[in-house]
């Protein structure tokens, strides 16, 4: 596999990537933006006060104006008002509703997450803020940064439900199951993207300059993450075509082996 990524890196100059994908690396440590990848960190913690007894899933959250938010997302364009803690967390997990990860955010608190995300050692991974539809000097300058190496291991210890504790990655597995998002590293897999129960665990996160992919299938758990400059060209299409080439690897490598090697 490493020869693959190696030829990607090289054909795409003006990418920043970083990846782990099974034994194949290229700069793993490497924070870059990640956009909605982030949002792993809230459903971990979200997860893990469920299994603590700490938060009712069935909490009912109001839709709140002052969160509101566009681009992806289901909630917005639903009638109903307000949602079980545990609908959110699906929504975040299957579509990446940006309302309802402010809405969630907005109860879990962001100091919450970042408690989490230490106890999980991750150095150069993190959930910086709500999402915005602008960002003014006051704010983060990004949603969400990460590294693939952090990434990568956080989906191997999910796999192996040695993340935070079995029962909550239990949970949090479930919620990553309903991932409708398998349009870059998990393309090439050729899961179902509305029923894959059995294939693919991941979350995704796009932006202007960002595609990010962090998953686990079978015995092999992936990063792949990539920013460049939009205003230097529109990269979206070779990088789209290297994180499938990526998959299509990791596709041969997960029929045999252990989870989250």
């Not at 909490?59 to 969160?67: F, I, W």
């Not at 639903?78 to 699906?90: H, W």
């Not at 990446?96 to 408690?115: C, F, H, K, P």
């Amino acid at each position: 596999m490493q020869p693959i990524v190696d030829e990607i890196v090289a054909a795409t100059p003006h990418v920043r990537w970083s990846i782990v994908a099974g034994d194949a690396t290229h700069e793993p440590d490497l924070r870059l933006r990640t956009a909605s990848v982030g949002k792993l960190l809230l459903l971990a913690e979200t997860a893990r006060r469920i299994t603590a007894g700490e938060l009712d899933p069935g909490e009912v959250l109001p839709r709140d104006p002052r969160l509101a938010v566009a681009d992806s997302g289901l909630w917005q364009h639903l009638s109903v008002a307000e949602l079980p803690i545990a609908d959110l967390a699906v929504l975040i997990a299957a579509v990446s509703d940006n309302y309802a990860t402010n809405v969630l955010l907005e109860r879990i608190g962001l100091a919450s997450v970042a408690i989490l995300t230490g106890h999980l050692g991750l150095r150069h991974t993190a959930l910086h803020d709500r999402v915005r539809d602008d960002r003014g000097p006051q704010h983060p300058v990004t949603l969400s940064t990460g590294c693939a190496s952090e990434l990568a291991g956080m989906m191997g210890r999910l796999s192996r439900r040695e993340l935070v504790d079995p029962a909550t990655d239990d949970v949090l597995d479930g919620w990553l199951a309903t991932s409708t998002d398998l349009s870059m590293v998990a393309a090439a897999f050729h899961d179902d993207p509305l029923a894959h129960a059995d294939g693919v665990r991941n979350k995704t996160g796009t932006a202007d300059g960002i595609r990010a992919d962090a998953g686990y299938r079978g015995g092999v758990s992936y990063a792949v993450l990539a920013n460049w400059d939009p205003g230097e060209g529109d990269a979206t299409a070779e990088v789209l075509t290297g994180m499938r080439a990526i998959g299509a690897a990791i596709s041969v490598r997960s029929a045999d082996g252990p989870p989250g090697t």
